[in-house]
C-alpha cells in the first residue's frame, strides 16, 4: 500500500538545484532505503516532505492529502516524523522525561492510537527501560540514539523518516538499532532510511532509490541496484 508519493519534486536554493524531479513512492508496510554520495539531496528530501522546506515544484501526497507547503507541525500531526542526523534529545532531563514529553505533545496535539501503553512501554521496546531515570546527557551515544528513535515514535507515526540513524555506532550498536527498525513495518510504521552504512542498508531495506547531485539514478531492490551501472560509477572507488 503506498503511504507517500513524491512526483516531480524540485527544490532549487538560488542557482543549486538540490532536488530535480524526483518521483518517489514509499509504501507503507516496507522500509525503503534512500542513498548516494554526500551533497545528492538526501536529507533536503527529507527536509521538503516534512514542511521545514517549501519545495519549489512538485507534489507530495499523503495517504492521497496534498502536503507540500504545509507546517512542519501540521505534517507531523497527519502521521509523519523523522529523525535527524545529530543524535538530538533534552540532555538537561532524563530519559523517561525526554519520551514522556514527546508522548504528551502528541497527545495535547489530538487524539491517537498509541502502539504502546504508556512511555515506559516505549521505552521497554527501545531497550532504555534501565536507563529511564539517567540524564539524557550521560547516555553513551548508542543509547542516545535509540532514545531519539523514542521520541520519534512517541508521536505514533505511521511513517517514519530516519537521517543516517546508525552515524557514529559501532557494529555492535548498529545490528541493535536495525533490530529495532526493522520491526517497525509489522507494528504499522512504514520507514524511509538514509544511511551510508552499505551493509546496514542492504540488510534492512526492502528497496533502494539512488540520488546523485538530486536526481533519482536508480530504484530497486538493493541487489539489483547495488549492481547498476549509472550506481557503479557514482560511487566508483567506494566500497559498496
Known sequence: MSGLEVVQLRK????????????????????????????????????????????????????????????????????????????????????????????????????????WSSPEELLEFVHL????????????????????????LASNPRLLLLDEPAAGLNDTETNQLAGLISQLPSIGVGVCVIDHDMDLITSLCDRLVVLDFGTKIAEGRPAEVLNDPKVLEVYLGTDL
Open 12 to 115: 532549487v536554493f538560488g542557482g543549486v538545484v538540490a532536488l530535480s524531479g524526483v518521483d518517489i513512492s514509499i509504501r507503507l508496510g516496507e522500509i525503503l532505503g534512500i542513498v548516494g554520495p554526500n551533497g545528492s539531496g538526501k536529507t533536503t528530501l527529507f527536509n521538503v516532505i516534512t514542511g521545514a522546506l517549501a519545495p519549489t515544484s512538485g507534489e507530495i501526497r499523503w495517504q492521497g492529502k496534498a502536503i507540500a507547503g504545509l507546517a512542519s507541525f501540521e505534517i507531523a500531526r497527519l502521521g509523519i516524523a523523522r529523525s535527524f542526523q545529530q543524535a538530538m534529545a533534552f540532555t538537561g532531563i532524563s530519559v523517561r522525561e525526554n519520551v514522556r514529553t514527546a508522548w504528551e505533545h502528541a497527545s495535547v496535539a489530538g487524539p491517537t492510537r498509541s502502539r
Open 129 to 152: 527501560s534501565d536507563f529511564g531515570d539517567a540524564m539524557a546527557g550521560n547516555l553513551p551515544f548508542g543509547s542516545l540514539r535509540k532514545l531519539g528513535l523514542a521520541v520519534a
